[in-house]
């Protein structure tokens, strides 16, 4: 599993007001790790932001396929 970035970069930018730290701690990652993720200076195959991003697609019906890639 992979994250993409881009969608969820658009994510945070449509439901957070582009509040990185916010949906940092919605998910239940570390913020500074989440933006080191979407910055590129982090793998983006994280199990724990996949985990996070997944359920928190599945609880506000989102399609968690157009933010992970598997």
């Known amino acids: 599993m992979e994250i993409n970035i881009e969608a969820v970069l658009q994510l945070i930018k449509e439901r957070f007001r582009n509040n990185k730290t916010y949906f940092a701690e919605t ?4 913020p500074s790790y989440l933006n080191s993720v979407l910055n590129k200076k982090a793998i983006s195959h994280s199990p ?9 697609c599945e609880k506000n019906g989102l399609n968690p396929k157009k933010y992970i890639i598997y």
């Open 27 to 30: 998910i239940g990652v570390d």
């Open 48 to 56: 724990k932001i996949c985990k996070g991003i997944k359920v928190y």
